[in-house]
Every structure is written in structure tokens, then in C-alpha cells.
């Protein structure tokens, strides 16, 4: 049972230009989380998403970021107009279900995004 | 809202030394708590978990006892080696919120 994937590993990209990254879950998971890990600090929620659904984006920065896990296919974070502070990892994490609070969650290796 | 602190690091120990990293948390109700851990340019993975109150979680010699008196969950390794170098994150459920790291060197 393959892990989940993210893609790109790395993306570098200028300042106002637009990052997007992916993640597929693992098979059978159809919760995902995306989360954000700045140098030296610890990861911050950013959003909860089921398939075609926001759930929780209470951790999502108001503008320029959003989210989205359409029916097929993979789980997407967009950042339009990339800043510096932008660049950071970006991790996401799937999870079979929400059925209370002891489902683990299992992570993809991370993008990490750094912003020129 | 619901918080974790971990111990500052980081820390450096020699190989079969005993280790403690200090975990306690602020949480409204009854959060399951973990403990991740994450290798040089990898994703993090689950080390061990506990769910409930006196529950113990232990993986690859490594324990932490979920404590709701002292709302702890410290992590506990009796004989570390160098294969244990990485940074460890206590964290509580469910979207997870982490403490800040603990960044573990074990010098052979």
C-alpha cells in the first residue's frame, strides 16, 4: 500500500508567481490535511478537507491561499503571489476516517517551497 | 485554545544514555496525544500514540504514558542509539497541534 504522495518534493519560485502542490492520499483514505512547517518551528494546520469539501480551514491564511480536493484525483494547495515568507514545507497528511479524535494521521514527505 | 510545550533543545547524548524529552499540553476534553518523529529532509512518522488517560504508547523501545493529572506525555527511551538522531514532536489530536520540536543528536 504505496504512502502518501506529494509532488513536487522541491518548487522554487519568484515572488508574485503562483505554487501549487499536490498530494495523494493513501488508498482507501478520503480525509486529508494539509499542514506548514516554517525553518526551525514546529508544523501549523493550515486546512482539513474531505472529497469536495473544506471541513476546517480555520489555519489558512485569508488570501492568496486555498484549497481543494475534487472527486478525482489529488488534494491541491494553492498559493497565488508567492512571497518570501511563503517559503516554508509544506506537509500534507491523510487519515481513513474522522472517526474521533484517535485516527492517526499519516504524512507525505513534504514540498519544500522556496519563494526567489 | 489547545496548546503543546515541548521540552527546549536541543539535545545531545552519547549512545545507550537514557532520555527523557518533557511533553506537557492545554486541551479542552479528553485529546488523544502523540508523538511523531521526523528524519533529516523526510515527512514525519507516527512513533507512538495514546488515546486515554493511564494509556501507555511504546514503539522501538521508546514509551510515554498519557498523564492527565500533570497533563504530560513525556517521551522515554531507556538505552538510545545513533540511529535515533532526529527531531521529535509531541503532538495532540485531532486536526494535530504540535509543540515546537525537540531536535535529538545521539554521539556514538
Known amino acids: 500500500n504505496a504512502g502518501v504522495m506529494q509532488n513536487p518534493r522541491h518548487l522554487v519560485r519568484r515572488r508574485g508567481q503562483e505554487a501549487r502542490l499536490r498530494c495523494s492520499p493513501m488508498?482507501?483514505?478520503?480525509?486529508v490535511y494539509w499542514y506548514r512547517q516554517l525553518p526551525e518551528e514546529g508544523l501549523k494546520f493550515m486546512v482539513y478537507?474531505?472529497?469536495?469539501?473544506?471541513?476546517?480551514e480555520s489555519g489558512m491564511p485569508k488570501e492568496r491561499f486555498s484549497a481543494e480536493f475534487p472527486k478525482e484525483g489529488p488534494s491541491i494547495l494553492r498559493i497565488q503571489q508567492v512571497v518570501r515568507g511563503d517559503s516554508a514545507a509544506y506537509f500534507c497528511a491523510s487519515s481513513p476516517s474522522r472517526g474521533g479524535s484517535a485516527d492517526t494521521q499519516y504524512f507525505g514527505p513534504g514540498t519544500r517551497l522556496t519563494v526567489l | 485554545g489547545d496548546s503543546v510545550t515541548q521540552m527546549e533543545g536541543p539535545v545531545t547524548l552519547s549512545e545507550e544514555a537514557f532520555l527523557t524529552i518533557n511533553c506537557t499540553y492545554t486541551?479542552?476534553?479528553?485529546?488523544?496525544l502523540f508523538w511523531y518523529v521526523q528524519y533529516p529532509g523526510e515527512g514525519l512518522q507516527l512513533l507512538l500514540k495514546?488515546?486515554?488517560?493511564?494509556d501507555k504508547g511504546s514503539n522501538k523501545g521508546f514509551e510515554a504514558t498519557y498523564r492527565k493529572e500533570t497533563t504530560s506525555f513525556h517521551l522515554e527511551k531507556g538505552s538510545v542509539q545513533v540511529s535515533d538522531s532526529a527531531v521529535y514532536f509531541c503532538?495532540?489530536?485531532?486536526?494535530?497541534?504540535f509543540g515546537q520540536g525537540t531536535r535529538l543528536t545521539i554521539n556514538p
Open positions: 478537507l474531505q472529497k469536495e469539501n473544506i471541513i476546517d
Open positions: 488508498k482507501g483514505h478520503s480525509h
Open positions: 503532538a495532540l489530536s485531532a486536526p494535530l497541534v
Open positions: 486541551a479542552t476534553g479528553y485529546p488523544s
Open positions: 495514546a488515546t486515554k488517560a493511564d
